[in-house]
């Protein structure tokens, strides 16, 4: 699996648009781009995941770059009930490898 | 939204008894389930891969025998921590992997404190 890089923590400011950023700068052509959150003692979240185009939920938007090899994920406008645990992963579309594995995340602490 | 129900949410008991922990997707079929295991302050640790109607496959590290994993339909799997010991104290979480949309979703989870 391609692994990925987070920064360990971030704030934002409660109704402002928070970016998480993620690198994967090894990502293979077939893997996707999976982000989920937890919050605080409960199991995770499912919010978005994309290939190579843009993404847009109800949830959030997955900005792709151009060669894949980074993301960001951006909820618009964060409330309170934001503040999580948010994990990028990758994996591949196929085969048995397919499983989901959790880095650290980025710890979003959204400020009132 | 897809929904994975787990039960119980919390357990306590003694070291040397056995738990059975349930998960189920509610609204879709699974033919694949996974069981992580969290201790605090630690991300998740994918302990095994289940699928329906065959052998789990287990994580390096993670004892078969100990861990039992059954996935005998395409909603249900169980995790059975067998003589259960205080290190096995820990948040058990499933989830599955929705066999049209290969998205998996997680079980709210549950807490094991072994005395």
């Known amino acids: 699996d391609a692994k990925t890089t987070q920064p360990t923590s971030m704030d934002c400011a409660e109704g402002r648009a928070a970016n998480l950023p993620c690198n994967h700068s090894?990502?293979?052509?077939?893997?996707?781009v999976y982000w989920y959150r937890q919050i605080h003692s409960q199991g995770p979240q499912y919010i978005i995941h994309?290939?190579?185009n843009n993404e847009t939920n109800e949830m959030a938007s997955l900005i792709i770059t151009e060669d894949r090899k980074s993301s960001t994920l951006i909820l618009p406008h964060a409330t309170l009930r934001d503040t999580a645990v948010y994990y990028c992963?990758?994996?591949?579309?196929?085969?048995?490898?397919?499983?989901?594995?959790f880095g650290s995340g980025t710890q979003l602490t959204v400020l009132p | 939204g897809a929904v994975v129900s787990q039960h119980p949410s919390w357990v306590i008991c003694k070291s040397g008894t056995s738990v059975k922990i349930e998960c189920r997707s509610l609204?879709?079929?699974?033919?694949?389930m996974f069981w992580y295991r969290q201790f605090p302050k630690q991300s998740l640790m994918l302990m095994a891969t289940?699928?329906?109607?065959?052998?789990?496959?287990?994580e390096q590290g993670v004892e078969k025998d100990k861990f039992l994993i059954n996935h005998a339909s395409l909603t249900l799997s169980t995790l059975t921590v067998t003589s259960a010991h205080p290190e096995d104290s820990s948040f058990y979480i499933c989830?599955?992997?929705?066999?049209?949309?290969?998205?998996?979703?997680f079980g709210p989870g549950t807490r094991l404190l072994v005395l």
């Open positions: 989830s599955a992997r929705d066999n049209y949309k290969e998205t998996q979703y």
């Open positions: 090894t990502i293979s052509g077939n893997e996707y």
């Open positions: 994309g290939l190579k």
């Open positions: 992963i990758v994996r591949p579309s196929s085969g048995s490898a397919r499983q989901l594995t």
């Open positions: 609204d879709f079929q699974a033919t694949t």
């Open positions: 289940s699928n329906e109607g065959s052998k789990a496959t287990y």
